[in-house]
T-cell receptor, first 116, second 117 residues
Framework: AQSVAQPEDQVNVAEGNPLTVKCTYS??????LFWYVQYPNRGLQFLLK??????LVKGSYGFEAEFNKSQTSFHLKKPSALVSDSALYFC??????????????FGKGTKLSVIP | GAVVSQHPSWVICKSGTSVKIECRSL??????MFWYRQFPKQSLMLMAT?????????EQGVEKDKFLINHASLTLSTLTVTSAHPEDSSFYIC?????????????FGPGTRLTVT
C-alpha cells in the first residue's frame, strides 16, 4: 500500500517570503509524485510532477519541488509567495491500479495562507 | 489543452431521488476516468475507476449499486447517485487520463457540489 503524508494542516507565510509545503511518501517501487492546488469550490489544478530525471522539478506559477529519495520527500517550494497563492495544496503519489490504470493517492492537504 | 468539464456544477435534490453528474474531456480522449468524493476540509477519496467500454472498478466501501458509473465513450463518463440521502451530500470531482501512454497525469474537472435535502 502507498501513502502520502502532509504533516502541516496549515502554513502561514508573509507575502514576498519563500514558502515550503511539506510532503513525504511511502510506496514500493519508483514513485510518481504530483502537486495539485485547489481553490475554494473548485477542482484541482496541476502544478508539477516528478516521474524520473532531475530531482528538482519546476512547475506552474513559479512553484518547484525537490524529490529526495533518501528522505522520501517531495516538498513544494516557491522563492517569493504571493497573496494569490493562498489555497489548498495536495501532494499525491500514483500507483498502478486495477484495469491498467494509474490511480492517485492524495495527502490530506495543506492550507497555505499568504499574509499581505 | 487537456480540459475536463463537469455538469452540473451544483445540484440540490430531494432525498430518495437520483442525480446524474457528467464528466467530459473536451480536447482529448480519455481512456480512463476517475471519480472522487471530497468532504469539507478533507482530502479527495477515490470512489471508482472507469475505463471506456468496461465496468468500473470501485474502491472498497463504495456501493456500486448506489453510485452507478458509465463510461460509454472516450470523452464522457457519468456518475449517477441513486436514491440519494443527505449523507451523500458532498463535492464530487472527476478526472481523466489521456489515451496516449505513458501518461501518469490526471486532469481534473471543476467539481460538482451535491446537496441532498
Amino acid at each position: 500500500a502507498q501513502s502520502v503524508a502532509q504533516p502541516e494542516d496549515q502554513v502561514n507565510v508573509a507575502e514576498g517570503n519563500p514558502l515550503t509545503v511539506k510532503c513525504t511518501y511511502s510506496v514500493s517501487g519508483n514513485p510518481y509524485l504530483f502537486w495539485y492546488v485547489q481553490y475554494p469550490n473548485r477542482g484541482l489544478q496541476f502544478l508539477l510532477k516528478y516521474i524520473t530525471g532531475d530531482n528538482l522539478v519546476k512547475g506552474s506559477y513559479g512553484f518547484e519541488a525537490e524529490f529526495n529519495k533518501s528522505q522520501t520527500s517531495f516538498h513544494l517550494k516557491k522563492p517569493s509567495a504571493l497573496v494569490s497563492d493562498s489555497a489548498l495544496y495536495f501532494c499525491a503519489v500514483s500507483r498502478f491500479g486495477g484495469a491498467g490504470s494509474y490511480q492517485l493517492t492524495f495527502g490530506k492537504g495543506t492550507k497555505l495562507s499568504v499574509i499581505p | 489543452g487537456a480540459v475536463v468539464s463537469q455538469h452540473p456544477s451544483w445540484v440540490i435534490c430531494k432525498s430518495g431521488t437520483s442525480v446524474k453528474i457528467e464528466c467530459r474531456s473536451l480536447d482529448f480522449q480519455a481512456t480512463t476516468m476517475f471519480w472522487y468524493r471530497q468532504f469539507p476540509k478533507q482530502s479527495l477519496m477515490l470512489m471508482a475507476t472507469s475505463n471506456e467500454g468496461s465496468k468500473a472498478t470501485y474502491e472498497q466501501g463504495v456501493e456500486k449499486d448506489k453510485f452507478l458509473i458509465n463510461h460509454a465513450s472516450l470523452t464522457l463518463s457519468t456518475l449517477t447517485v441513486t436514491s440519494a440521502h443527505p449523507e451523500d451530500s458532498s463535492f464530487y470531482i472527476c478526472s481523466a487520463r489521456e489515451q496516449r501512454t505513458p501518461s501518469y497525469e490526471q486532469y481534473f474537472g471543476p467539481g460538482t457540489r451535491l446537496t441532498v435535502t
